[in-house]
């Protein structure tokens, strides 16, 4: 079984500003690894994912994350954030064997002017 | 890219009744389905795996016989809320998981559904 600790619930950040959110994982076989980011009552949204090769993953609208397999980590960062990046970012892994995705709790990501 | 159409978006019910959410693959073949259940500021919950054809696998804690999923076809599973309580208020998202143009396999997941029991 496999577990995601997202260690940030919310952060602040001004605009324009970079931003990292963390991820650590723990599983006991490969996974892959997924960041989601929601919208209020909406569904996920697929940011980025690692499967194999790179371990740097470039995603959709600025975002990339690093996968680093010693400190079971794949934080996500963006340079430089827009007030439309306000939302809710979930961190999630997947068992190769069942397919199944296990989430992070969640980070609170709040761009302000 | 792949689009799961998750319907309906919001449903409010009174106690005791029953409530069917539905999520269609619409340009892919969706093999596996993942029902999940988010309460306010919390993450997802898997409920339950349904494969195409067969039975679902629940997860531990959850009903299966308040919980029904039918997974028929590979375009189509349902949700079904039997005899809902207010507690069974929540945001219900499905996951459909299925080939991809180009062979890759991917999660696709359905924009949700609110369920208010009255």
């Known amino acids: 079984a496999q577990s995601v600790t997202q260690l940030d619930s919310q952060v602040p950040v001004f605009e324009e500003a970079p931003v990292e959110l963390r991820c650590n994982y723990s599983?006991?076989?490969?996974?892959?690894l997924f960041w989601y980011v929601q919208y209020p009552n909406q569904g996920l949204q697929l940011l980025l994912k690692y499967l194999s090769g790179s371990t740097l993953v470039k995603g959709i609208n600025g975002f990339e994350a690093e996968f680093n397999k010693s400190q079971t980590s794949f934080h996500l960062r963006k340079p430089s954030v827009h007030i439309s990046d306000t939302a809710e970012y979930f961190c999630?892994?997947?068992?190769?064997?069942?397919?199944?995705?296990?989430f992070g709790a969640g980070t609170t990501v709040t761009v302000r002017a | 890219g792949a689009v799961v159409s998750q319907h309906p978006s919001r449903v409010i019910c009174k106690s005791g009744t029953s409530v069917k959410i539905e999520c269609r693959s619409l340009d892919f073949q969706a093999t596996t389905m993942f029902w999940y259940r988010q309460f306010p500021k919390q993450s997802l919950m898997l409920m339950a795996t349904?494969?195409?054809?067969?039975?679902?696998?629940?997860e531990q804690g959850v009903e299966k016989d308040k919980f029904l999923i039918n997974h028929a076809s590979l375009t189509l599973s349902t949700l079904t809320v039997t005899s809902a309580h207010p507690e069974d208020s929540s945001f219900y998202i499905c996951s459909a998981r299925g080939r991809a143009k180009g062979g890759h396999y991917g999660y696709t997941f359905g924009s949700g559904t609110r369920l208010t029991v009255v």
């Open positions: 599983s006991s076989v490969s996974v892959y």
């Open positions: 349904s494969n195409e054809g067969s039975k679902a696998t629940y």
């Open positions: 999630a892994v997947s068992d190769p064997n069942d397919y199944k995705l296990s």
